[in-house]
Structures are given as structure tokens and as C-alpha cells.
């Protein structure tokens, strides 16, 4: 009785062991199918980032390609509008586009009285006698404090002054106002 119970369990434990050695085996076989799917996942992972950076690169070239367009551009459109401002200017002299005005010949006496009274609109002297200034004292010794032409401009538009009422306050033209208004703007 003695061996067929050693034989039974020499059995057993070889039965076992082949079961076991094949779990293992299984393991084993899933185990490397995993390692398989998760390399390919790995070369997918690395091949996408790749992709990425190329785009990120071409990405990079297209913002500075369109950033050098958009700042020549730019400057273009800027000395469009430093010529234009010249060209206006030289426009707004009298004698450019059309004669200068030449003094006409005096009428007698009595027509002068008749059509002349007061000044016209328009003209010098008139906006100066019509319009009182709407600077105080103070303000007025500020902006006489002032050394340049360009500071008294901003001064007075930081004021809320119109263009007519600061060529008044200053007796300058609007055309050399808007030329220095332009520059500050560069």
C-alpha cells in the first residue's frame, strides 16, 4: 500500500507540475504579447511626438515668416503716410495748385465802407475776436512755460482742445499741427 500511495503522489505532484508549468507558460505567452503591444504603442507614441515637432517647427517658420511680412508692411505703410502728409502739406501753401491771390486794386473809399465792415469768417484775427480763449490764467502760464511748438500741441489736446481751437491758442496753421500730430503718432 506503501507504493501505490507514493505512486499516487509522485503523480499528483507530476500532474501538478505540468499544470503549473503550463499556467507559467501561458503567463509567459500573454506577458510577451503585452511587451509586443506596448513597444508598438511606444514606436506610435515616439512617431506622433515627432509629427508634433515638425509641426511646431513649421508652425514656428510660418508666425515669423507672417510677423517679418506684417512688419515690413508696416514700415511701408508708414512712409506711405509720412509722404502723404509731406505731399499735403506742400499742397496746403498757397502758389502750389493755384496762383497765389494778388492783391486786388483798392476800391474808392465809399465801396470800401460798403463792403467791409466786419472780419469774415474764416479768415485771421476773425476766430481770435469772436471766440474768447478757454484757457484759465493758470493754464495759460503753463502752456507759455512750455518750449516747443510740439509740447504746447500735445498740451492742449491732452486738454480736449479741437484742432481750430488750437490753432487759434497757438496761431499756427492745422496743417502743421496735424504734421506733428502725425510724427508723435510714429
Same mark, same amino acid.
Given at each position: ?9 509522485? &503523480? ?14 501561458? @503567463? ?7 511587451? @509586443?503591444?506596448?513597444?508598438? &504603442? ?31 508692411? @508696416? ?70 512755460? &512750455? ?31 496735424? &504734421? ?7
Amino acid at each position: 500500500m506503501w507504493s501505490i500511495w507514493l505512486a499516487a503522489s509522485v &503523480l499528483a505532484f507530476a500532474l501538478a507540475l505540468i499544470l503549473h508549468e503550463r499556467s507559467v507558460r501561458r @503567463r509567459f505567452g500573454e506577458a510577451q504579447a503585452e511587451v @509586443r503591444e506596448n513597444r508598438a &504603442l511606444d514606436s506610435k507614441i515616439v512617431r506622433l511626438y515627432q509629427e508634433i515637432e515638425e509641426m511646431l517647427d513649421s508652425f514656428e517658420d510660418y508666425v515669423s515668416e507672417v510677423h517679418d511680412e506684417l512688419e515690413s508692411r @508696416r514700415n511701408e505703410l508708414l512712409n506711405m503716410s509720412r509722404q502723404a502728409t509731406t505731399l499735403y502739406m506742400q499742397v496746403m501753401q498757397p502758389g502750389v495748385f493755384a496762383p497765389k491771390p494778388q492783391p486786388e486794386e483798392s476800391p474808392p473809399p465809399e465801396e470800401r465802407a460798403k463792403t467791409y465792415t466786419e472780419p469774415r469768417p474764416g479768415r485771421k484775427g476773425a476766430e481770435d475776436e469772436s471766440k474768447p480763449s478757454r484757457l484759465s490764467p493758470r493754464e495759460r502760464a503753463d502752456l507759455d512755460r &512750455l518750449p516747443g511748438k510740439g509740447q504746447k500741441i500735445r498740451y492742449l489736446t491732452g486738454k480736449g482742445f479741437t484742432l481750430n481751437e488750437v490753432a487759434r491758442e497757438l496761431n499756427i496753421g492745422k496743417g502743421e499741427i496735424l &504734421l506733428i500730430l502725425d510724427l508723435d503718432k510714429d
